[in-house]
């Protein structure tokens, strides 16, 4: 059995005590952290190898951006792929006690205006999800992907569709997009697999507090597997209690299960 976490942190410095206890309370075998915000000499690896995580593998950028993958099992780090093509420090791969690969990748935001020509990040999110296409048509072991990947892409993953279909996170032409990726290598949304749509199922709460009140949530973070491992997957569950913690990620954890 191992158990693999995912939790954009939004600054894995800052918020290293709500981590800490995730960890104490939850104990997943591996975490995939993004948004960490910090160069890798920067990481604080030894506040989580007292925690019994010593295993690490660190893709670091100076304040923004960047991902980290801990273990309490050995990694073998595989590659880190700059599918934003500009340097940004967005994903990791490792191969988890040799029996699991593992890639951990924060798919950028968008910006606010859903249209290529008047808003370059926009496009740049839509050239990053192609990138990861032609690179999951080349698949040939079975893989689990993790992370906030800022597209919620079914009507039901979001507080309110009609409201949100034209805002950047939920347009067609991103849940298009993501679709291709998917259809490359037939992959499992096992946040779907064991929590069927339209089931609730919110990742991501905005700061502003009438947003929780209202529960105005977006499922943003996901965790998908190759159908050969979606299979050996035995459970998956939102940690949403960790968005009412002192000082907390904007994010809740994911954490999945399988019997490997």
Known sequence: ???VATWNINSVRLRMPQVERFLREQAPDVL??????CREEQFPYEAFAALGYGHSAVHGQKGYHGVATVSRLPL???????WQDNGEARHVGVEVAGKLILE????PAGGDIPDRSANPKFGQKL???????RWADTLDRPTLIVGDFNIAPLDCDVYDHKALVK???HTPQEVETLARFRDAHG???LGREHIPAPGRNYSWWSYRSWWRQKDQGRRLDHAWASPELARQATGHRVVEETRHWDQPSDHVPLITEFDL
């Open 104 to 107: 951990n990748v924060y798919i």
């Open 187 to 189: 992959w499992v949304d």
């Open 127 to 133: 050239d990053f999800l192609e990138r990861m296409t």
């Open 32 to 37: 995939c952290l993004q948004e960490i915000k």
């Open 76 to 82: 073998r780090e595989l590659g880190r792929h700059d």
């Open 1 to 3: 059995m191992i158990s």
């Open 167 to 169: 805002v950047v996170s």
